[in-house]
């Protein structure tokens, strides 16, 4: 009822918005006829297959070894011009074993230039570093942030509905989105208590979580994007449980800024992103049948940045790219407590979407670790 | 659930307030006067490296710009451009 409530909203305001804003496409300039694209194309319902391969190298004082080979194609539907699907099944051996999922099977109705409607399984955009930032072949590192990756806080996966889009207002844009979903539940095992399964495909009640994202691109040449967002969930644990009202907040705020200084004839890249989760207090047991409890509010950061000399004249120094990254994830005692790392990282390009990363890593309580990581993207 | 109320109302005030504030002012001319070329080198590079003319036919670039538009939010506008943009330098 209450994303009926939003989605008609977004429609109204959305049709106010075609009336009044200008159509910039008609206002186009370039010499390119923006109505030749359909004519140059075979057919209305077309079909790819993209993707990325990947593999990891590791090595500590004590142990190196080659895995983490994944295999992540994503197909791609356009069956209109409204009408889109997207899904990607991810092949993944990092624990030991292959491990099939499906990350994202997406069904997205265009309603008009400012909204778009979409269902199943989703990569909400919750910051921007899951689903986005942290894309082998558009992470910098061969590594994810503490807090950001296994073990981490803050929505990954989820099923339901939603609604997003984007418009110019000025010399600025804005984005948005809104959605609807299973939200995440609640694990209770002496291990893991109080932290939360991110990627289920079924829900544990009915209980629904809503959650957004609005980001502003304030200047004219899209190089900065500033980003909130939100999840809320009352009920997290399985119905009929103790732990059925345990609910969860979440927030993040992400960065990305993008530039080139001439001087040099470099690409400047900083990014960065904060999150947290407030997470009602509940007992839970030990093995032992004595109870424990603690105050679960995490919160993760990080901040990145990469130089690349892309405009150089010599094609080996051109392609390489320095990066470095520091993040903290600040966590309950019971999870291991508060952890920090470093990253440093020398990446060589062998194609737009083709990487070689050497990332050298430290992190408090864990031995310094070299990753090298292969990515190939198709 | 009072929580969860005062975010979601809160949300809509602010997207309502935002959209009608917004109805005030169009998309700037200096905006609406960039070119495909353009719009590629700004937008694309945001995240990844930006695939250069070529890499795809002119059937796989229209389905990368929609593919774009979902995953990013990129204005309608910039999609189609980015979109004519790459395929002229197939033709």
Redesign the interface.
Known sequence: MKLLLIICLLLGCSSILSAQIGDSTKANDDSIPIKDVSEVLNGKNNFAVFGNAEMIYFADKHNNNFGEVNFKPIFLWKLSEKLFVEAEPEFETGGGSLDIGLEYANMCYIVNPYLTLHGGRFLPKFGAYRGRMGEAFINRFSTAPVGFGDGGIGAMNEVGVGAQGGFGAGSAKINYELYLSNGVQILTDEENAGQFEYEAYAANSSAKTVGGRIGLLPFSNSSLEIAYSFQNKTKTGEKGSAYENIGVNMQAFDLNYWGHIKSIKTDVRIIGEWKHQKVDNAVYYKADSTTFTFNNSPTAYYVAGSIRPAYLKNVILRNIELAARYSEFKRPEHWGGDTNQFAFSLDYWLKWNTVIKFTYQTEKNIDNAFYGQIVFGF | ?K??NI??YA??S???L???G??S?????????????QLWG??C????????PG??N???W???G??M?????????EE??I???L??TN?
């Open positions: 659930m929580t969860k975010i979601i949300l809509v602010v997207i309502s935002g959209i009608i917004i109805n002012c169009e998309v700037s001319k200096k905006v609406q006067a960039k070119t495909g070329t700004e937008n590079g945001r995240c990844h490296n930006a695939p250069g890499e795809f002119n059937t796989n229209d389905i990368v929609t593919h538009r979902i995953r990013t939010n990129i204005t309608e506008t189609k451009k979109v004519a943009y395929i002229s033709n």
